[in-house]
């Protein structure tokens, strides 16, 4: 029953899975269905991080490769993207384990995008994060050629 | 401890969570942020549809209000929002009942914004929504002044 209203309802279905839960009624609950919810709660947490991340590589990419358009918009958006990078994995440390791979992945969005907008050659843009993330993090780091 | 966790980590907490009731130990599931977790997803459900409602809204008062300004943009976006309206409703039906609550509330929104693109007083715009959902949903009805 209550699997099916997931497939058919999700409004209800939502409503109706949490009143079974805080009336303790586990075994009529769709745990399933769940388990499954919460679980893609983390995911989504994650792929914000490879989100936030590309964002800000993608801002320092174009910091390194075009010095003559530095400035005030440029520098707020890096700076911004630090603090809340800094936000996201201070509400969610234990994502700091997946970081090496967050990196990697979005660096290569970054990388993409980067060629993409900017018109410069591929082989500008270097094909592996040549940052670590303490230093894309850091406040006095601004990436020269 | 695992409420604990909810706060300070949350995606070692989903993570945690789905793994406990995949495994069937409800009694160390952390229950009620559970339930606070997929009644806030229903929630979203139920934004999302005013939210879309606000839009189609907004155009469908311009396209009446600003006749010298229609055009294919605008159109589409009405074409676009109705059909995602009526996809909405289909994957959660339930949220019908909330229909009436939901198209004031997002006609409000509509007017504020209305008022704000077109310059004119938000007094030009009838004060209650002028037209019944059957009506803005039907893909042969653009409003005339």
Same mark, same amino acid.
């Given at each position: ?16 899975? #949490? ?11 769709? !745990? ?5 919810? !919460? ?14 991340? #590309? ?34 994995? *201070?509400? *969610? /440390? ?5 970081? /090496? ?17 900017? *018109? ?6 270097? !094909? ?18 | &401890? ?27 599931? $952390? ?9 806030? &997803? ?7 549809? @005013?939210?879309?409602?606000? @839009? ?27 059909? $995602? ?25 509509? @007017? ?23 009506? &803005? &949903? ?8």
């Amino acid at each position: 029953m209550s699997t099916a209203l997931y497939e058919q309802d999700f409004y209800a279905w939502a409503n109706e899975q #949490a009143g079974l839960l805080r009336a303790g009624k586990l075994s009529e609950a769709d !745990i399933a269905h769940i388990a499954e919810e !919460i679980e893609s709660m983390g995911k989504t947490e994650k792929r914000e991080l490879v989100s936030r991340l #590309a964002v800000l590589m993608l801002h320092l990419l174009k910091w390194q490769v075009q010095p003559e358009r530095r400035g005030a918009s440029l520098e707020a958006t890096i700076a911004v993207q630090r603090d809340d990078l800094a936000d996201h994995l *201070n509400d *969610n /440390p234990s994502l700091k384990a997946q970081l /090496p791979q967050a990196v990697a992945s979005a660096y290569r969005k970054a990388g993409l995008t980067a060629y993409g907008e900017t *018109n410069l050659p591929k082989d500008v843009f270097p !094909i592996t994060c040549p940052w670590s993330f303490l230093q894309m993090m850091d406040e006095g780091f601004w990436p020269e050629a | &401890m695992s409420t604990a966790l909810y706060d300070r980590d949350f995606y070692a907490w989903a993570n945690e969570q789905a793994g406990l009731l995949r495994a069937g130990k409800f009694s160390e599931a $952390d229950v009620q942020n559970i339930a606070e977790e997929i009644e806030s &997803m229903g929630k979203t459900e139920k934004r999302e549809l @005013v939210s879309r409602l606000a @839009v189609l809204l907004l155009h469908l008062l311009k396209w009446q209000y600003q006749p010298g300004h229609r055009g294919a943009s605008w159109q589409a976006t009405i074409r676009i929002q109705r059909r $995602d309206l009526r996809r909405h409703l289909v994957d959660n039906p339930s949220l019908k009942a909330k229909l009436q609550e939901a198209i004031a509330d997002a006609y409000g929104n509509a @007017v504020i914004e209305a008022g704000g693109e077109t310059g004119f007083a938000e007094s030009v715009f009838p004060a209650l929504c002028p037209w019944p959902f059957e009506q &803005m &949903m039907a893909e042969d009805f653009w409003p005339e002044a």
